[in-house]
């Protein structure tokens, strides 16, 4: 079965704690994305990649970081400079041609101990 | 400006009834629009495309209006099953950003 997958589901953040969020896809997708969505909000985008060994910033990058050292895996790391953690993260991923729909993980819900 | 806005609603319509979303986008550039369906606590899926002519799939129908950049989704004789929220994405081919731009999201409330 293709498709995206996050872990873990569910992760909690003690203070001053670096925490990664795993993605992984078997879509042979070129693009990837990480997102992140407050309760009653839209999706914002933190980081996107559109080809291995290089992403870009997205609207809300301070305080995480990622890698994308192979095309199925796009980790994103949430530093204990990002103070306000607490969200949902979706993964998702695309063909690299800019007019393709973007397909979603199940996301990864984070939040402070 | 938000470069993508979207009534929040909710919407609470009857079983049965006919319910249509609009969305606007501010990049006169952007060239590709999805419709995404949302359910509480979950990852958007994607719904449907929306092409220039207009399309329909089952109940639903997408529409782009260019001149006056909006799009929007028609819900035919809603289901209980269609509460959720439906995001609208917008890409914009001009600035390099390869990525989507979500509105904040409708909620449709379909009661019986």
């Known amino acids: 079965d293709g498709g995206i997958t996050q872990s873990p589901k569910y992760l909690f953040r003690k203070e001053g704690q670096n925490v990664t969020l795993s993605c992984e896809q078997n879509l042979n997708h070129d693009a990837m994305y990480w997102y992140r969505q407050d309760p009653g909000q839209g999706l914002r985008l933190i980081y996107y990649?559109?080809?291995?060994?290089?992403?870009q910033k997205g609207d809300i990058a301070e305080g995480y970081s990622v890698s994308r050292e192979k095309k199925e895996s796009f980790p994103l790391t949430v530093t204990s400079a990002q103070k306000n953690p607490t969200a949902f993260y979706l993964c998702a991923s695309s063909n690299r041609r800019g007019n393709q729909p973007q397909h979603f993980g199940d996301g990864t819900r984070l939040s402070i101990l | 400006r938000k470069e993508v806005e979207q009534d929040p609603g909710p919407f609470n319509v009857p079983e049965g009834a006919t319910v249509a979303f609009n969305c606007t986008y501010s990049n006169s550039a952007s060239q590709s629009f999805f419709w995404y369906r949302q359910d509480c606590r979950k990852e958007p899926k994607l719904l449907m495309s929306v092409y220039s002519s207009g399309n329909e799939d089952g109940r639903f129908t997408a529409q782009l209006n260019r001149a006056s950049q909006y799009i929007s989704l028609l819900i035919r004789d809603s289901k209980l099953s269609d509460s959720a929220t439906y995001l609208c994405a917008v890409n914009h081919m001009d600035t390099g950003r390869r990525a989507l731009t979500f509105g904040s999201g409708t909620r449709l409330q379909v009661q019986p």
């Open positions: 990649s559109q080809i291995v060994n290089d992403f």
